[in-house]
């Protein structure tokens, strides 16, 4: 099967601008995640989505980050406008409604931001 | 709330040898699930192996296993055999198994040095 689709692999942006991620979840997976993993440290939860419903955005700073799930499928990570503590990893993945089963990771964007 | 923790920054094993990562966790809940993510350079995270609370057999996988001790909230990874392909960062994460909506909580990682 297809994994996670992620893009852009890199981005580089000014402090202030806005940049948008992208994410394509393994085909039947109801929930969706992104994830931030600051360079050394574990990857922390920004929102789940279960379908095109909003779970869990309890960490999301959301005076500048917004994401949305419209059509339960694809999904879009937004940052406006950027802080250099955004420098980052963005993980996005999916998972079954198993909860034994783990979650499928895409390859992430790498963020920084000067 | 619940944490999750690897005291270990980084590990360093020769070939061929074994090696174990540790990870304890805090949490008051008696149902969920534990697992073990590695991350290579590519950065894609990928399971490696998973633990259920309710059972007591510890979990392998090929050369990967578990020593799982719940009263200790002790979730340990075992890599025998070590292989220079299995250089990178090792996470430990939690999910409570009934509610919350499967959230994975993180480890801050061990980053594994293979030697040949």
């Known amino acids: 099967e297809a994994g996670v689709a992620q893009s852009p692999r890199y981005k580089i942006i000014e402090k202030r601008q806005s940049v948008a991620f992208w994410c394509n979840p393994i085909s039947g997976h109801a929930t969706l995640y992104w994830y931030q993993q600051i360079l050394g440290q574990g990857p922390k939860l920004l929102i789940q989505?279960?379908?095109?419903?909003?779970?869990?955005d309890s960490q999301l700073p959301k005076d500048r980050f917004s994401a949305e799930r419209l059509k339960g499928v694809d999904s879009t990570l937004k940052i406006q406008p950027a802080k250099l503590e955004d420098s980052a990893v963005y993980l996005c993945?999916?998972?079954?409604?198993?909860?034994?089963?783990?979650?499928?990771f895409g390859s992430g964007t790498r963020l920084t931001v000067v | 709330a619940q944490t999750v923790t690897q005291s270990q920054p980084e590990m360093s094993v020769q070939e061929a040898e074994t090696v174990t990562l540790s990870c304890t966790y805090d949490t008051s809940e008696s149902d969920y699930y534990l697992f073990w993510y590695k991350q290579p350079p590519s950065r894609q995270m990928i399971l490696v192996i998973r633990?259920?609370?309710?059972?007591?057999q510890n979990a392998t996988e090929n050369r990967f296993s578990v020593n799982f001790q719940k009263a200790a909230k002790s979730f340990s990874l075992k890599i025998s055999d070590s292989q220079l392909g299995d250089a990178a960062m090792y996470f430990c994460a939690y999910r409570r198994g009934n509610t919350g909506g499967f959230k994975t909580i993180f480890g801050a990682g061990t980053r594994l040095f293979v030697k040949a």
């Open positions: 633990q259920e609370a309710y059972k007591q």
């Open positions: 989505f279960q379908n095109n419903g909003v779970v869990d």
């Open positions: 993945a999916s998972s079954l409604d198993s909860l034994a089963g783990g979650y499928t």
